[in-house]
Protein backbone atom coordinates (compact mmCIF):
# COMPACT_ATOMS: atom_id res chain seq x y z
CA UNK A 1 0.00 0.00 0.00
CA UNK A 2 3.14 2.34 0.94
CA UNK A 3 4.61 1.82 -2.56
CA UNK A 4 1.14 2.50 -4.48
CA UNK A 5 0.75 5.56 -2.64
CA UNK A 6 4.31 7.07 -3.18
CA UNK A 7 3.80 5.94 -6.98
CA UNK A 8 0.53 7.90 -6.72
CA UNK A 9 1.77 10.78 -5.50
CA UNK A 10 5.15 11.16 -7.59
CA UNK A 11 2.92 10.05 -10.64
CA UNK A 12 0.63 13.58 -10.21
CA UNK A 13 3.56 15.46 -9.54
CA UNK A 14 4.80 14.46 -13.10
CA UNK A 15 1.47 14.54 -14.78
CA UNK A 16 1.13 18.32 -13.33
CA UNK A 17 4.70 19.59 -14.10
CA UNK A 18 4.09 18.22 -17.43
CA UNK A 19 0.38 19.87 -17.89
CA UNK A 20 2.01 23.14 -16.38
CA UNK A 21 4.32 23.39 -19.26
CA UNK A 22 2.09 22.73 -21.64
CA UNK A 23 -0.21 25.46 -20.23
CA UNK A 24 2.85 27.56 -20.36
CA UNK A 25 4.01 27.27 -23.89
CA UNK A 26 0.13 26.74 -24.95
CA UNK A 27 -0.50 30.41 -23.71
CA UNK A 28 2.52 31.97 -25.46
CA UNK A 29 1.48 30.49 -29.01
CA UNK A 30 -1.88 31.61 -28.22
CA UNK A 31 -2.25 34.98 -26.02
CA UNK A 32 -1.04 38.16 -27.39
CA UNK A 33 0.41 40.48 -24.26
CA UNK A 34 -1.08 43.78 -25.91
CA UNK A 35 -4.27 42.10 -24.77
CA UNK A 36 -3.24 42.44 -21.04
CA UNK A 37 -4.02 44.59 -18.47
CA UNK A 38 -3.06 48.60 -19.53
CA UNK A 39 -1.13 46.96 -22.07
CA UNK A 40 -0.69 49.67 -24.19
CA UNK A 41 0.10 51.89 -21.68
CA UNK A 42 3.28 49.34 -20.84
CA UNK A 43 4.17 48.68 -24.40
CA UNK A 44 4.71 52.37 -23.98
CA UNK A 45 7.26 52.22 -20.82
CA UNK A 46 9.12 49.76 -23.38
CA UNK A 47 9.46 51.32 -26.25
CA UNK A 48 10.52 54.04 -24.32
CA UNK A 49 13.33 52.90 -22.41
CA UNK A 50 14.50 51.10 -25.38
CA UNK A 51 14.80 53.73 -27.21
CA UNK A 52 17.57 55.05 -25.60
CA UNK A 53 18.88 51.31 -25.13
CA UNK A 54 22.41 50.51 -25.24
CA UNK A 55 23.90 54.15 -24.82
CA UNK A 56 21.86 55.91 -21.98
CA UNK A 57 19.30 54.55 -19.50
CA UNK A 58 15.79 56.91 -19.36
CA UNK A 59 12.78 55.86 -17.39
CA UNK A 60 9.15 57.44 -19.07
CA UNK A 61 7.45 60.21 -17.39
CA UNK A 62 3.30 60.64 -16.73
CA UNK A 63 3.97 62.33 -20.08
CA UNK A 64 4.69 59.17 -21.85
CA UNK A 65 3.04 56.44 -20.17
CA UNK A 66 0.61 56.23 -17.29
CA UNK A 67 2.60 53.40 -16.52
CA UNK A 68 5.43 55.64 -15.59
CA UNK A 69 5.07 54.67 -11.77
CA UNK A 70 6.03 51.17 -11.87
CA UNK A 71 9.98 49.95 -11.35
CA UNK A 72 11.92 49.26 -14.10
CA UNK A 73 12.81 46.02 -13.50
CA UNK A 74 9.90 44.04 -15.06
CA UNK A 75 10.84 46.07 -18.38
CA UNK A 76 14.37 45.48 -18.73
CA UNK A 77 13.93 42.23 -20.33
CA UNK A 78 11.50 43.61 -23.59
CA UNK A 79 13.40 46.48 -23.92
CA UNK A 80 16.46 44.37 -24.58
CA UNK A 81 14.76 42.66 -27.11
CA UNK A 82 13.22 45.65 -28.74
CA UNK A 83 16.71 46.53 -29.49
CA UNK A 84 17.91 43.32 -30.18
CA UNK A 85 15.06 43.24 -32.59
CA UNK A 86 15.49 46.73 -34.32
CA UNK A 87 19.06 45.75 -35.09
CA UNK A 88 18.11 42.60 -36.84
CA UNK A 89 15.14 43.14 -39.13
CA UNK A 90 14.03 46.31 -41.80
CA UNK A 91 11.16 48.28 -41.09
CA UNK A 92 9.57 51.51 -41.46
CA UNK A 93 8.32 51.56 -37.95
CA UNK A 94 11.02 49.86 -35.23
CA UNK A 95 8.48 50.30 -32.42
CA UNK A 96 5.87 48.84 -33.74
CA UNK A 97 6.59 45.85 -36.07
CA UNK A 98 8.92 44.66 -32.63
CA UNK A 99 6.32 44.92 -30.29
CA UNK A 100 5.31 41.42 -31.15
CA UNK A 101 8.53 40.02 -31.20
CA UNK A 102 9.23 41.44 -27.70
CA UNK A 103 6.00 40.43 -26.42
CA UNK A 104 6.21 37.11 -26.92
CA UNK A 105 10.30 37.19 -25.65
CA UNK A 106 8.62 38.05 -22.50
CA UNK A 107 6.25 35.50 -22.16
CA UNK A 108 9.27 32.89 -22.93
CA UNK A 109 11.48 34.61 -20.13
CA UNK A 110 8.56 34.95 -17.64
CA UNK A 111 7.64 31.28 -17.89
CA UNK A 112 11.38 29.89 -17.47
CA UNK A 113 10.99 32.61 -14.20
CA UNK A 114 7.77 31.17 -13.17
CA UNK A 115 9.25 27.21 -13.41
CA UNK A 116 12.58 28.60 -11.79
CA UNK A 117 10.28 30.46 -8.96
CA UNK A 118 8.82 26.80 -8.54
CA UNK A 119 11.85 24.84 -8.10
CA UNK A 120 13.58 26.96 -5.87
CA UNK A 121 10.79 27.26 -3.63
CA UNK A 122 10.74 22.78 -3.99
CA UNK A 123 14.15 23.28 -2.84
CA UNK A 124 13.33 25.10 0.24
CA UNK A 125 10.23 23.05 1.41
CA UNK A 126 12.77 19.93 1.29
CA UNK A 127 14.95 22.06 3.48
CA UNK A 128 12.09 22.76 6.17
CA UNK A 129 10.44 19.27 5.93
CA UNK A 130 13.78 17.78 6.20
CA UNK A 131 12.65 16.02 3.02
CA UNK A 132 14.84 13.14 1.37
CA UNK A 133 13.15 14.24 -2.38
CA UNK A 134 13.52 17.19 -3.79
CA UNK A 135 9.33 16.05 -5.14
CA UNK A 136 6.37 18.06 -3.18
CA UNK A 137 3.33 17.06 -4.97
CA UNK A 138 1.13 18.81 -2.45
CA UNK A 139 3.02 22.36 -3.40
CA UNK A 140 2.92 21.52 -6.93
CA UNK A 141 -0.91 20.78 -7.18
CA UNK A 142 -1.84 24.25 -4.81
CA UNK A 143 0.36 26.46 -6.37
CA UNK A 144 -0.60 25.01 -10.16
CA UNK A 145 -4.72 25.59 -9.39
CA UNK A 146 -4.44 29.13 -9.42
CA UNK A 147 -5.52 30.35 -12.56
CA UNK A 148 -3.98 33.83 -12.22
CA UNK A 149 -0.69 32.33 -12.68
CA UNK A 150 -1.05 31.72 -16.37
CA UNK A 151 -2.66 35.17 -16.99
CA UNK A 152 0.12 37.37 -15.19
CA UNK A 153 2.89 35.22 -16.79
CA UNK A 154 1.09 36.19 -20.29
CA UNK A 155 1.17 39.82 -19.61
CA UNK A 156 3.97 42.52 -19.69
CA UNK A 157 4.40 42.82 -15.84
CA UNK A 158 6.60 43.07 -12.74
CA UNK A 159 4.88 40.52 -10.32
CA UNK A 160 6.29 37.07 -12.14
CA UNK A 161 9.99 39.16 -10.71
CA UNK A 162 8.02 39.85 -7.41
CA UNK A 163 7.24 35.90 -7.16
CA UNK A 164 10.99 34.59 -7.98
CA UNK A 165 12.96 36.99 -5.74
CA UNK A 166 10.36 36.40 -3.36
CA UNK A 167 11.21 32.67 -3.59
CA UNK A 168 14.91 33.30 -3.40
CA UNK A 169 14.27 35.69 -0.46
CA UNK A 170 12.23 32.67 1.30
CA UNK A 171 15.59 30.78 1.10
CA UNK A 172 18.09 33.22 2.50
CA UNK A 173 15.45 34.09 4.95
CA UNK A 174 15.45 30.27 6.12
CA UNK A 175 19.49 29.73 6.06
CA UNK A 176 19.72 33.25 8.30
CA UNK A 177 17.76 31.97 10.56
CA UNK A 178 19.14 28.39 10.81
CA UNK A 179 22.29 30.94 11.32
CA UNK A 180 20.86 32.68 14.11
CA UNK A 181 20.70 35.81 11.99
CA UNK A 182 24.83 36.04 12.50
CA UNK A 183 26.63 38.64 10.43
CA UNK A 184 27.13 36.72 7.43
CA UNK A 185 28.66 38.50 4.63
CA UNK A 186 27.11 36.09 2.09
CA UNK A 187 23.61 35.92 3.43
CA UNK A 188 23.82 39.97 3.86
CA UNK A 189 24.82 40.44 0.40
CA UNK A 190 22.32 38.26 -0.90
CA UNK A 191 19.28 39.57 0.83
CA UNK A 192 20.31 42.74 0.18
CA UNK A 193 20.16 42.51 -3.39
CA UNK A 194 17.20 40.66 -3.28
CA UNK A 195 15.46 43.25 -1.21
CA UNK A 196 16.39 45.47 -4.20
CA UNK A 197 15.18 43.45 -6.72
CA UNK A 198 12.15 43.39 -5.00
CA UNK A 199 11.56 46.99 -4.30
CA UNK A 200 12.56 47.55 -8.22
CA UNK A 201 9.96 44.82 -9.96
CA UNK A 202 6.03 46.49 -8.05
CA UNK A 203 5.38 48.59 -5.05
CA UNK A 204 3.33 45.45 -4.02
CA UNK A 205 6.75 43.65 -2.69
CA UNK A 206 6.96 46.36 0.10
CA UNK A 207 4.43 44.55 1.85
CA UNK A 208 6.91 41.88 2.07
CA UNK A 209 9.16 43.66 4.05
CA UNK A 210 6.52 45.20 6.80
CA UNK A 211 6.51 41.51 8.72
CA UNK A 212 10.29 41.60 9.44
CA UNK A 213 10.02 45.22 10.83
CA UNK A 214 6.56 43.37 13.17
CA UNK A 215 8.84 40.88 13.85
CA UNK A 216 11.69 42.63 15.09
CA UNK A 217 9.64 43.25 18.85
CA UNK A 218 8.85 39.17 19.31
CA UNK A 219 12.84 38.08 18.09
CA UNK A 220 15.60 37.30 20.61
CA UNK A 221 17.90 37.93 20.52
CA UNK A 222 16.89 41.24 19.10
CA UNK A 223 20.61 42.66 18.56
CA UNK A 224 21.59 40.02 16.08
CA UNK A 225 18.48 40.19 14.00
CA UNK A 226 18.44 43.95 14.14
CA UNK A 227 21.79 44.36 12.66
CA UNK A 228 21.34 41.60 10.14
CA UNK A 229 18.47 43.42 8.23
CA UNK A 230 19.83 46.68 9.24
CA UNK A 231 22.73 45.89 7.38
CA UNK A 232 20.51 43.68 4.53
CA UNK A 233 18.52 46.84 4.21
CA UNK A 234 20.84 49.55 3.62
CA UNK A 235 22.22 47.54 0.72
CA UNK A 236 18.65 46.88 -0.46
CA UNK A 237 17.82 51.02 -0.41
CA UNK A 238 21.47 51.55 -1.57
CA UNK A 239 20.70 49.79 -4.85
CA UNK A 240 17.22 50.55 -5.24
CA UNK A 241 16.42 54.05 -3.70
CA UNK A 242 17.36 56.00 -6.62
CA UNK A 243 14.54 54.87 -8.53
CA UNK A 244 11.73 56.52 -5.90
CA UNK A 245 14.23 59.19 -4.97
CA UNK A 246 13.33 60.14 -8.99
CA UNK A 247 9.75 59.87 -8.35
CA UNK A 248 9.62 62.00 -5.41
CA UNK A 249 11.71 65.07 -6.81
CA UNK A 250 9.42 64.70 -10.48
CA UNK A 251 6.06 64.05 -8.64
CA UNK A 252 6.09 64.80 -4.88
CA UNK A 253 5.60 61.57 -3.55
CA UNK A 254 7.66 58.57 -3.15
CA UNK A 255 4.37 56.49 -4.40
CA UNK A 256 3.63 58.20 -7.38
CA UNK A 257 0.51 56.42 -8.92
CA UNK A 258 -1.98 57.95 -12.22
CA UNK A 259 -4.48 58.36 -9.55
CA UNK A 260 -5.32 60.88 -7.18
CA UNK A 261 -5.58 59.05 -3.80
CA UNK A 262 -8.34 60.18 -1.46
CA UNK A 263 -8.03 60.98 2.46
CA UNK A 264 -8.26 57.75 3.95
CA UNK A 265 -11.52 56.85 5.11
CA UNK A 266 -13.77 53.64 4.65
CA UNK A 267 -16.60 55.90 3.34
CA UNK A 268 -14.76 56.34 0.21
CA UNK A 269 -16.11 52.90 -0.97
CA UNK A 270 -19.89 51.86 -0.67
CA UNK A 271 -21.09 49.13 1.48
CA UNK A 272 -21.60 46.44 -1.02
CA UNK A 273 -17.91 46.99 -1.41
CA UNK A 274 -16.82 45.29 1.93
CA UNK A 275 -19.79 43.23 2.41
CA UNK A 276 -21.84 42.87 -0.90
CA UNK A 277 -25.52 42.96 -1.84
CA UNK A 278 -27.69 39.52 -2.50
CA UNK A 279 -27.95 40.63 -5.67
CA UNK A 280 -25.13 41.27 -7.07
CA UNK A 281 -22.95 38.11 -4.78
CA UNK A 282 -24.98 35.39 -6.32
CA UNK A 283 -23.36 36.28 -9.79
CA UNK A 284 -19.93 34.64 -7.84
CA UNK A 285 -21.64 31.50 -8.69
CA UNK A 286 -23.63 31.99 -11.53
CA UNK A 287 -21.96 33.91 -13.81
CA UNK A 288 -18.88 35.52 -12.36
CA UNK A 289 -17.52 37.86 -14.93
CA UNK A 290 -17.87 41.62 -15.20
CA UNK A 291 -19.60 43.76 -14.07
CA UNK A 292 -21.70 41.73 -12.40
CA UNK A 293 -20.02 41.54 -9.32
CA UNK A 294 -20.11 45.43 -8.92
CA UNK A 295 -16.69 46.59 -7.21
CA UNK A 296 -16.92 43.60 -4.25
CA UNK A 297 -13.94 43.14 -3.37
CA UNK A 298 -13.69 39.86 -2.14
CA UNK A 299 -15.83 38.56 -4.58
CA UNK A 300 -14.26 39.92 -7.51
CA UNK A 301 -10.66 38.69 -5.48
CA UNK A 302 -11.88 35.13 -5.35
CA UNK A 303 -13.40 35.07 -8.71
CA UNK A 304 -9.89 36.88 -10.56
CA UNK A 305 -8.00 34.04 -8.56
CA UNK A 306 -9.76 31.10 -9.53
CA UNK A 307 -10.80 32.08 -13.33
CA UNK A 308 -11.02 35.88 -15.19
CA UNK A 309 -13.04 37.80 -13.86
CA UNK A 310 -12.19 41.08 -15.78
CA UNK A 311 -12.00 39.37 -19.07
CA UNK A 312 -8.40 40.02 -20.17
CA UNK A 313 -6.96 36.43 -20.71
CA UNK A 314 -9.57 33.97 -21.11
CA UNK A 315 -12.13 35.43 -23.44
CA UNK A 316 -12.91 39.40 -23.88
CA UNK A 317 -15.78 41.37 -24.94
CA UNK A 318 -13.67 43.40 -27.54
CA UNK A 319 -13.02 39.80 -29.92
CA UNK A 320 -16.46 37.97 -28.32
CA UNK A 321 -16.67 36.72 -32.15
CA UNK A 322 -13.00 35.07 -32.24
CA UNK A 323 -12.61 33.83 -29.17
CA UNK A 324 -13.57 30.32 -28.62
CA UNK A 325 -17.13 29.02 -26.45
CA UNK A 326 -16.82 32.94 -25.40
CA UNK A 327 -20.33 33.17 -25.17
CA UNK A 328 -20.58 30.21 -23.02
CA UNK A 329 -17.49 31.04 -20.29
CA UNK A 330 -19.54 33.12 -17.52
CA UNK A 331 -21.57 29.68 -16.98
CA UNK A 332 -18.21 27.64 -17.14
CA UNK A 333 -16.40 30.35 -14.53
CA UNK A 334 -19.27 30.04 -12.42
CA UNK A 335 -19.06 26.16 -11.61
CA UNK A 336 -15.06 26.93 -11.81
CA UNK A 337 -15.78 29.06 -9.43
CA UNK A 338 -17.81 26.61 -7.29
CA UNK A 339 -15.16 23.69 -7.23
CA UNK A 340 -12.54 26.32 -6.41
CA UNK A 341 -14.64 26.94 -2.74
CA UNK A 342 -13.17 23.78 -1.98
CA UNK A 343 -9.60 24.24 -2.39
CA UNK A 344 -10.03 27.87 -1.15
CA UNK A 345 -10.87 26.36 2.27
CA UNK A 346 -8.72 23.28 1.97
CA UNK A 347 -5.54 26.47 1.90
CA UNK A 348 -7.02 28.13 4.33
CA UNK A 349 -7.90 25.55 6.92
CA UNK A 350 -4.17 23.81 6.05
CA UNK A 351 -2.87 27.61 6.65
CA UNK A 352 -4.56 28.03 9.96
CA UNK A 353 -3.13 24.35 11.43
CA UNK A 354 0.14 25.12 10.14
CA UNK A 355 0.34 28.35 12.11
CA UNK A 356 -1.05 27.11 14.59
CA UNK A 357 1.48 23.98 15.10
CA UNK A 358 4.60 25.98 14.39
CA UNK A 359 3.88 29.60 16.58
CA UNK A 360 7.62 29.87 17.63
CA UNK A 361 9.43 29.12 13.67
CA UNK A 362 10.35 32.17 12.68
CA UNK A 363 9.85 31.62 8.64
CA UNK A 364 6.14 30.38 9.54
CA UNK A 365 5.65 33.65 11.56
CA UNK A 366 7.30 35.49 8.36
CA UNK A 367 4.91 33.18 6.19
CA UNK A 368 1.85 34.38 8.03
CA UNK A 369 2.49 38.03 8.25
CA UNK A 370 3.47 38.46 5.10
CA UNK A 371 0.08 37.17 4.00
CA UNK A 372 -2.10 39.30 6.47
CA UNK A 373 0.06 42.66 5.41
CA UNK A 374 -0.02 42.01 1.78
CA UNK A 375 -4.05 41.39 1.69
CA UNK A 376 -4.40 44.01 4.13
CA UNK A 377 -1.98 46.28 2.11
CA UNK A 378 -4.19 45.98 -1.15
CA UNK A 379 -7.39 46.38 0.92
CA UNK A 380 -6.10 49.68 2.20
CA UNK A 381 -5.15 50.86 -1.14
CA UNK A 382 -8.26 49.61 -3.10
CA UNK A 383 -9.92 51.97 -0.47
CA UNK A 384 -7.54 54.63 -0.78
CA UNK A 385 -7.90 54.95 -4.75
CA UNK A 386 -11.42 53.95 -5.03
CA UNK A 387 -13.17 53.45 -8.69
CA UNK A 388 -16.90 52.90 -8.98
CA UNK A 389 -16.04 49.56 -11.40
CA UNK A 390 -13.82 48.10 -8.91
CA UNK A 391 -11.31 47.81 -11.64
CA UNK A 392 -8.36 48.02 -9.10
CA UNK A 393 -9.55 45.13 -7.56
CA UNK A 394 -6.42 42.27 -10.02
CA UNK A 395 -5.77 39.03 -8.58
CA UNK A 396 -2.56 39.45 -10.58
CA UNK A 397 -1.92 42.91 -8.33
CA UNK A 398 -1.58 41.07 -5.12
CA UNK A 399 -0.27 37.24 -6.46
CA UNK A 400 2.32 37.30 -3.91
CA UNK A 401 -0.13 36.66 -1.46
CA UNK A 402 -1.52 33.69 -2.47
CA UNK A 403 2.00 32.28 -3.38
CA UNK A 404 2.79 32.30 -0.04
CA UNK A 405 -0.49 30.54 1.39
CA UNK A 406 0.18 27.57 -1.23
CA UNK A 407 3.67 27.48 -0.34
CA UNK A 408 2.25 27.67 3.66
CA UNK A 409 -0.60 24.92 3.31
CA UNK A 410 1.83 23.01 1.23
CA UNK A 411 4.02 22.63 4.97
CA UNK A 412 0.63 20.53 6.51
CA UNK A 413 -0.21 18.38 3.19
CA UNK A 414 3.69 17.10 3.17
CA UNK A 415 3.03 16.49 7.00
CA UNK A 416 -0.50 14.60 6.59
CA UNK A 417 1.00 11.96 3.62
CA UNK A 418 3.48 10.95 6.05
CA UNK A 419 0.39 10.78 9.67
CA UNK A 420 -3.01 9.74 7.17
CA UNK A 421 -1.69 8.54 4.14
CA UNK A 422 -5.64 7.52 3.05
CA UNK A 423 -6.63 11.30 3.65
CA UNK A 424 -3.82 12.27 1.90
CA UNK A 425 -4.43 10.45 -1.13
CA UNK A 426 -8.19 11.67 -1.19
CA UNK A 427 -7.46 15.24 -1.06
CA UNK A 428 -4.68 14.57 -3.52
CA UNK A 429 -7.20 13.09 -6.28
CA UNK A 430 -9.94 15.87 -5.52
CA UNK A 431 -7.75 18.76 -6.08
CA UNK A 432 -6.47 16.92 -9.51
CA UNK A 433 -10.17 16.59 -10.25
CA UNK A 434 -10.52 20.24 -10.00
CA UNK A 435 -7.57 20.94 -11.45
CA UNK A 436 -8.71 19.32 -15.02
CA UNK A 437 -12.19 20.30 -14.12
CA UNK A 438 -10.39 24.43 -14.15
CA UNK A 439 -8.24 23.52 -16.83
CA UNK A 440 -9.94 25.84 -19.73
CA UNK A 441 -9.38 28.59 -17.06
CA UNK A 442 -5.36 28.27 -17.54
CA UNK A 443 -5.82 29.03 -21.23
CA UNK A 444 -6.41 31.76 -23.85
CA UNK A 445 -9.10 31.02 -25.72
CA UNK A 446 -7.91 32.81 -28.97
CA UNK A 447 -6.47 31.31 -32.27
CA UNK A 448 -2.62 29.99 -33.01
CA UNK A 449 -0.77 33.43 -33.09
CA UNK A 450 -3.95 35.64 -32.61
CA UNK A 451 -2.87 39.32 -33.53
CA UNK A 452 -5.43 42.02 -32.90
Not at 27 to 34: D, M
Not at 211 to 221: A, E, G, N, T, V
Not at 308 to 331: K, P
Request: charged share 10%.
Amino acid sequence: MKRYDLTLSKLVFVLISLSSIYILIYNILHFNPILGYDAEAHYSYVDYLSRYLPNDIKLPSKNDTREFFNPPLGYVVPAIAQVLCRNIIESNNFLLDCQPIYGKATQIFQSLLYIATIMINLYTLKLFNKSNTFLNTGYLILISLFAVNYKTLSMIRGEPYILFFLSLFLLVIFKAEKNHFHFNFKFIFSAGVIIACIALSRQWGFFLFIPLIYLLFFQKPKKQYFLFWLYSSFLGALFSSWFYIGLYRKYGSFTAFNMQSESFSFANQTRQFYIPSFNNFQYLFTKPIRPNLDNQFFSILYSDVWGDYWGYFVFTSRFIDIGRNQELIGDYLARVNLVSFFTSMLIISFCFIVFQKYKSNFIIKYLNYSIIFSLLGYLLFTINYPTTSGDTIKATYIIQAFHLMAFMASIYFYNLKKTNQRIYNLLLSILVIIYFHNFQSYLSHYPFNFLP
